[in-house]
C-alpha cells in the first residue's frame, strides 16, 4: 500500500507541476527538482531512494526508445560525425578530465575511481536535451546532434564505468581489453537491435489490430534492453537501433490507425517518465547531501569538490566542441549554408549539456564501501542539478543573446505546402494510370478535395491583415457545425435508443475531424507574425533564371476588381509583373495567367514575403 500511494503521489506531482509550468512558462523540469528537493526534507514524505537497476532497466529502455522513435533516421545519419565525436569522443575526454580534477582535491582516491565518476558524469541526458531544446526552439540542427549524442553516449559512458570499477576491484587495466569491450559492446547491442527490427518488421506487415500493435511496442524496448544485457552487449545501443530503424519505417510496416494509437501512447509514456524523471532526481537530495556531511571531510573541501566538477563539465564541454566542429567535422564551408557555419551554433551545442537521472542512476552503481562514495554521490547529484539550473535555465538567453534562429513556422509552412503539391501531383499521375468506370463524378470529387487540402495549406502563408481566410472560415464554421453535432449525439445516447458502440464511432469520427482543425488554426495563429525569406528545397532553371525582387507596392488584382470579387492573397509574375489572385482565391487568376502566358515563376506579392513557386515543376523557391 505504502509502494502504491507514493505511486499515486508522484503521478500527481508531476500533473500538479507541469500544469503549473505551464502557467508560469517555465521549463517543467526546473520546478519539479525544486520540487522534489523541497520536498526530501519534509518528514512527512518517505524517503526515495533510487536503484540503479530501477532506472537502467525500468525507465531509461522506454525513455530512450520514445525518443529514438522520433528522431529522424536521415538527419542522424547527415549528422553522424559530429553525434559520435560527441557521444564517444566528449566522453572519455570529460570522464579523464573529470577525474584530474577530482584527483586535485581527493589525493587519495584512487585513479580507477576518479575515472569512475569522471564517467559517471559525462554523458548529457537524452531528457534534458529534448525536454530544454525543443522548448525553447534550438535550431532543428543542433537538436538533432544533442539528441543523437544523448542517445548513444549513455553506452560509452556505463563501458567506461565498468571498466573503471573492474580496474578498482583489482582486475588491473588493459586498454586493450577496453577497446575490444567496447566495440563488442556496442557491435552487440546494434545486431541485437536490428535483429529486433527485423523481427517486429516482419510481425507488424501481418498486424492490422492496433491494440495488438501498441501493446508490441510497449515490450520492443524492455526485450531488446535485457537481451542486449545477457549477451554482455550494451542494452543502450540494441533499444536505440531498434526504435530508430522501426520509427523510421513506420509509414511502410505499420496501419495509419496503429501509428496513430503508437504515436498518441509513447507521447503519453514520454511525458509521464520524462516529468518524473525530474521529481525523483530531486527526491534523492536529502539523503545524498547528509550522507556526504557525515563524512570524514570538511564541508569546505566537499563543497570545492562538488563545484570544480559542475565547472569542469562544463568546460571541458566547450573546449571539445570548436576544436572537434571547425578541425573534424567540417573544416571547410557548411554545404547547406554556403560558409563557415557561425560559432555561435556551437557554443550554443556546447552549453546545451545539461545531465539528466543516467548520471544519478551511474552513480549507486558505485559498491557500498568504496572510499569517498557519499562524496562521489553527492557529486553526481551537483553535476546534474547545476547542469539543469545553471545551463539549462541560462539557454534560452545564450540563445537570443546569440541570435541563434529558432526553426521558423513560415518556412515550415511553406516546404509543407510545397510537399502536399508534390504528393498530389504524383496521386493525379496514378489517378491518370487507374482504369475506372467513372458513372457518378468521383473522379472529380477527388480532385476537388485534393485543390481543397492543397489550397489550404498555400493559405496559411498569406499575410493578409484581419481578412479572413476561406480556411480560417471552413474552420470557424466547422467546428462550431461539429460542436452542434456532438450535442445533438449526446442527446440521442441519453435516450438509449442506439447502441453505445454505434455512439463511441461517431463521437470519435467527430473527435478525429476537430482535433484536424484545432492543429491547422495553431499553425496559422503561429504564422501570422512571420515570414520567409530563406530559399527551401530543390530549385529548377526556372526559379535561378527568376530571384525574388521587391514587388508592387500596394498590389491589386485587377481582374477580381473587374469581376467584383475579393481575393486572399495575391501573387506577381516575375516575367511580365503581372498581379493575380492565389489558387485559395474564388478566381485563383494567378494560375489562370499562368495557363495564357506559360510564364513558369510567381512571387508573393504580401508583405515580408519573398517565396517563389514554380508553376512547371512544383518547386518552391
Known amino acids: 500500500m505504502e509502494i502504491a500511494l507514493l505511486l499515486c503521489g508522484l503521478a500527481v506531482g508531476v500533473l500538479v507541476c507541469t500544469a503549473l509550468a505551464d502557467r508560469l512558462e517555465v521549463p517543467a523540469p526546473f520546478l519539479l527538482i525544486a520540487v522534489g528537493v523541497a520536498a526530501s526534507y519534509v518528514p512527512q514524505v518517505p524517503q526515495v531512494y533510487l536503484d540503479h537497476d530501477v ?74 536535451a529534448t525536454a530544454i531544446g525543443r522548448r525553447i526552439g534550438l535550431p532543428r540542427r543542433v537538436v538533432t546532434i544533442l539528441e ?41 547491442g546494434a545486431l541485437v537491435g536490428l535483429a529486433f527490427f527485423v523481427v517486429v518488421g516482419k510481425v507488424r506487415r501481418r498486424i492490422t489490430d492496433p491494440v495488438i500493435d501498441s501493446a508490441m511496442s510497449l515490450v520492443v524496448p524492455f526485450a531488446a534492453y535485457v537481451l542486449a544485457e545477457e549477451i554482455h552487449a550494451s542494452g543502450v545501443i540494441s533499444v536505440v537501433v531498434a526504435g530508430l530503424l522501426l520509427g523510421h519505417k513506420a509509414p511502410v510496416l505499420q496501419t495509419a490507425q496503429s501509428r496513430i494509437a503508437e504515436r498518441l501512447n509513447w507521447r ?67 554545404p547547406d549554408l554556403g560558409q563557415d557555419a557561425p560559432w555561435t551554433y556551437t557554443f550554443v551545442l556546447g552549453w546545451a549539456g545539461m545531465r539528466g537521472v543516467v548520471t544519478l542512476a551511474a552513480a549507486f552503481v558505485v559498491p557500498e564501501g568504496t572510499p569517498y562514495r557519499e562524496v562521489l554521490l553527492l557529486i553526481a547529484f551537483t553535476v546534474v542539478a547545476g547542469t539543469l539550473f545553471v545551463q539549462g535555465l541560462t539557454l534560452p538567453m545564450v540563445a537570443r543573446r546569440l541570435r541563434v534562429p529558432s526553426p521558423d513556422p513560415a518556412e515550415d509552412a511553406l516546404a509543407r505546402a510545397t510537399l502536399l503539391q508534390q504528393a498530389s501531383k504524383a496521386a493525379l499521375e496514378e489517378l491518370d494510370r487507374l482504369e475506372y468506370d ?13 485543390d481543397q487540402r492543397n489550397f489550404a495549406a498555400w493559405e496559411r502563408l498569406a499575410t493578409v491583415g484581419d481578412q479572413e481566410s476561406p480556411s480560417d472560415l471552413y474552420s470557424r464554421a466547422r467546428r462550431a457545425m461539429i460542436g452542434a453535432e456532438r450535442r445533438r449525439v449526446l442527446e ?103 495557363h495564357e502566358t506559360a510564364h513558369a ?7 515580408d514575403e519573398s517565396w517563389r513557386w514554380c508553376y512547371v515543376h512544383h518547386l518552391t523557391g
Open 148 to 188: 543523437g549524442e544523448s542517445l548513444f553516449n549513455d553506452a560509452t559512458a556505463l563501458v567506461f564505468l565498468r571498466t573503471a570499477l573492474a580496474v578498482a576491484a583489482g582486475s588491473g587495466l588493459d586498454a586493450g581489453g577496453v577497446a575490444l569491450d567496447f566495440v563488442l559492446a556496442a557491435g552487440g
Open 268 to 334: 503519453t509514456i514520454a511525458f509521464v517518465l520524462e516529468n518524473a524523471v525530474f521529481l525523483l532526481i530531486g527526491l534523492q537530495a536529502w539523503w545524498i547531501v547528509e550522507g556526504a556531511v557525515d563524512s570524514d571531510i570538511g564541508l569546505g573541501r566537499i563543497a570545492a569538490v562538488c563545484g570544480a566538477t559542475l565547472a569542469a563539465v562544463i568546460v571541458l564541454r566547450l573546449l571539445w566542441v570548436f576544436p572537434a566542429r571547425y578541425l573534424l567535422v567540417r573544416p571547410g564551408p557548411d
Open 438 to 450: 467513372d458513372r457518378h463524378g468521383a473522379v472529380d470529387l477527388i480532385r476537388q478535395r485534393l
Open 601 to 607: 515563376v510567381m512571387q508573393s506579392a504580401e508583405e
Open 492 to 594: 440521442i445516447r441519453s435516450g438509449g435508443t442506439v447502441p453505445a458502440e454505434v455512439v463511441a464511432d461517431v463521437l470519435a469520427m467527430l473527435d478525429v475531424e476537430e482535433s484536424m482543425l484545432d492543429v491547422a488554426s495553431e499553425e496559422r495563429e503561429e504564422l501570422r507574425a512571420t515570414a520567409v525569406g530563406r530559399r527551401l528545397g530543390e530549385v529548377c532553371a526556372d526559379l535561378e533564371r527568376f530571384p525574388a525582387v521587391l514587388t508592387a507596392q500596394d498590389p491589386v488584382c485587377a481582374r477580381c476588381l473587374e469581376d467584383g470579387t475579393t481575393w486572399v492573397a495575391l501573387r506577381q509574375c516575375l516575367e511580365c509583373g503581372h498581379v493575380g489572385c492565389c489558387d485559395s482565391s474564388p478566381q485563383q487568376h494567378a494560375t489562370v495567367h499562368f
Open 55 to 128: 532506472v537502467l532497466l525500468g525507465l531509461l529502455p522506454p525513455l530512450l526508445y520514445a525518443a529514438a522513435q522520433q528522431t529522424s533516421l536521415v538527419d542522424f545519419n547527415a549528422n553522424r560525425r559530429p553525434i559520435l565525436l560527441l557521444s564517444v569522443g566528449l566522453v572519455v575526454f570529460t570522464a579523464a578530465g573529470v577525474a584530474c580534477v577530482v584527483r586535485l582535491f581527493l589525493p587519495d582516491l584512487p585513479w580507477a575511481l576518479a575515472l569512475a565518476i569522471g564517467a559517471v558524469v559525462a554523458p548529457p541526458d537524452a531528457v534534458a
